[in-house]
């Protein structure tokens, strides 16, 4: 899969393998919060501890709370599969570039680190 920045927040996606260019668009108070650089989406909002961004969502009787490059990639390219977490392959903590993410267990996103 490919994914690049368009025009207020629409984003073109490539899947490999596929001919079909899908658009989707980011909810505008995320995409208020990315800043396009160097390939990175760099979070511009609240971060947690360790420089990890943090995103609130859902209606404000039920806010919930996620890791920014985690819920932005499940927007984009769906749940993270099970027993797996998301490795930076960039290094950049606040990126929320799907295409900087990659699925790995635990053990190999430590020895990457």
Do not use: F
């Not at 668009?25 to 208020?32: T, V």
């Not at 859902?58 to 927007?75: F, I, T």
């Amino acid at each position: 899969m490919s994914v690049s920045a368009g025009n207020g927040g629409v984003l073109s996606t490539q899947i490999a393998g596929t001919e079909s260019l899908l658009s989707i668009q980011l909810p505008s108070e995320i995409e208020a919060k990315i800043t396009y650089m160097d390939g990175c989406w760099i979070w511009t909002g609240a971060r947690r501890v360790r420089n990890y961004g943090s995103v609130q969502y859902g209606e404000r009787s039920n806010r919930k709370s996620a890791l920014a490059h985690k819920y932005v990639y499940e927007l984009l390219v769906g749940p993270v599969p099970e027993g797996l977490e998301l490795d930076h392959t960039c290094r950049e903590q606040r990126c929320v570039n799907p295409d900087h993410l990659e699925a790995v267990t635990h053990c190999e996103n430590m020895q990457r680190s």
